[in-house]
Nanobody, 123 residues
Framework: QLQLVESGGGLAQPGGSLRLSCALS???????IGWFRQAPGKEREGVSC????????QYADSVKGRFTISRDNAKGMVYLQMNSLKPEDTGIYYC?????????????????WGQGIPVTVSS
């Protein structure tokens, strides 16, 4: 069974940056990987996803131009570089893995989930 472990969260100031990492066990190259987040009092939402080879990516409108997703299958790692952070980026961030065609930020597409890591953007 695939295991995912997030790291790199914490506190950042508005306008600052953080890089989240997701370590995957097993055979990561067969999975589409997504990042999701859940803000306090809100439902979990999709942030970004990346195809199996890293050649295709998708972003939520709210993070386009600020966040960059990447992966290194040889290392079993997926990254989410978050720049120009805003207070509304605050939440628990989850990485997830699924096997499906194409890309998508639908939670039901993803079968495996990490435990989540908190990100707080505040001055």
């Amino acid at each position: 069974q695939l295991q995912l472990v997030e790291s790199g969260g914490g506190l950042a100031q508005p306008g600052g940056s953080l890089r989240l990492s997701c370590a995957l066990s097993g055979t990561p190259e067969i999975y589409v990987i997504g990042w999701f987040r859940q803000a306090p009092g809100k439902e979990r939402e999709g942030v970004s996803c990346i195809g199996k080879t890293g050649g295709s990516t998708q972003y939520a409108d709210s993070v386009k131009g600020r966040f960059t997703i990447s992966r290194d299958n040889a290392k079993g790692m997926v990254y989410l570089q978050m720049n120009s952070l805003k207070p509304e980026d605050t939440g628990i961030y989850y990485c997830a893995a699924g096997i499906f065609l194409g890309l998508g930020l639908v939670q039901g597409f993803y079968d495996y989930w990490g435990q989540g890591i908190p990100v707080t953007v505040s001055s």
